[in-house]
């Protein structure tokens, strides 16, 4: 039995930090692409704007929950300890990319705040929010790349170390990003008549399939390299995770209800775009979940 220091909860933090950036790249996207002059490109940017932050901000929570202070702080009534998680946000420690990524989180959790504030302004006065916008791309993309570097920063681990995973967790904060905007504008009943989201998507999923193939393919020298089981092997936890939840129910799958969509050439119905987000989110989970598994294996 392989002993999991870091597990669900830090699963769940790298997961809605990367889909909080992704919706809050979006939005800062639409923003400066002045889509927003559109009335239901404006509502879109403002929604997925507020529920971006509110991901960053559950993101941070997952840090605070997984810290062990924090937890003994309930188990046993500790005020003290439970209060101690305070010092994360006070200590600016620069060889610890931990400490780095609290500050990063942060300062973006303050930013999309202020871009979401942003939005009141009128819909014909769009210059008020586009610096807030694009100092907000900057930051998602940061945010983003930041949940790989963070894993990444184990020296030695053969897979946290892998700099593909850099890519592979960009382009899928950008999918998950896309799932929820996809998810507000089904809720705000936004037709895609044209089959621009399906076509999009489906790129951004091509390329994540073939970054993650090049991912387990290395995997699986590395593995053989170093005398030991494939650690994505489908027989391990983390890799049936791999490669049923991250790989078919994250990638394949909605990749073909895509290419359905785009060949059928007809309207795509609000379930099977509840559907399709649901299955790229579930995926973008899995995705982080059974890397963090497997780089505990050994």
């Known amino acids: 039995m392989h002993e999991v220091h870091w597990g669900l909860l830090v699963a769940a933090y790298l997961f809605l930090a990367g889909a909080g950036a992704g919706a809050l790249f979006i939005s800062g996207c639409l923003v400066l692409s002045n889509k927003v002059q559109v009335p239901h490109h404006l509502n879109t940017a403002k929604i997925s704007a507020i529920v971006g932050t509110l991901l960053l901000m559950l993101g941070t929570g997952m ?35 931990m400490s780095i990524g609290t500050w990063l989180l942060t300062l973006a959790i303050i930013f999309s705040s202020l871009f979401c504030l ?42 946290w170390s892998n700099s593909i995973l850099v890519v592979i967790f960009l382009m899928s904060a950008l999918s998950c990003g896309a799932a929820v905007v996809l998810i507000i504008k089904t809720r705000l009943k936004i037709a895609d ?6 076509k999009s998507d489906s790129a951004l999923l091509a390329l994540e399939v073939l970054t993650v193939c090049v991912f387990a393919y290395s995997i699986y020298n590395i593995s053989i390299f170093n005398g030991m089981d494939n650690l994505l092997s489908l027989s391990s936890t983390a890799g049936a995770i791999w490669w049923v939840g991250a790989i078919l129910i994250g990638l394949i799958m909605p990749l073909l209800l895509n290419f359905t969509s785009i060949i059928s050439k007809t309207a795509v119905s609000h379930s099977k775009e509840y559907l399709l987000a649901v299955l790229i989110l579930m995926g973008a989970f899995c995705l982080r979940y059974s890397v963090l598994l497997a780089g505990q294996y050994y």
Not at 77 to 85: A, E, L
Not at 193 to 198: G, S
């Open 118 to 159: 942003s939005f009141r302004a009128k819909a014909d006065q769009p210059s008020y929010s586009r610096p807030f916008a694009a100092i907000n791309v900057i930051f998602a993309v940061c945010i983003a790349s930041y949940t790989a570097l963070l894993i990444g920063d184990i020296n030695h681990n053969l897979v």
């Open 63 to 97: 840090i605070v929950f997984d810290l062990t202070t924090f937890q003994y702080g309930i188990a046993n009534i500790d005020v003290v300890k439970f209060f101690r998680f305070y010092r994360l946000f006070m200590t600016i420690e620069p060889s610890s990319m």
């Open 193 to 198: 008549v044209n089959h621009t989201f399906a």
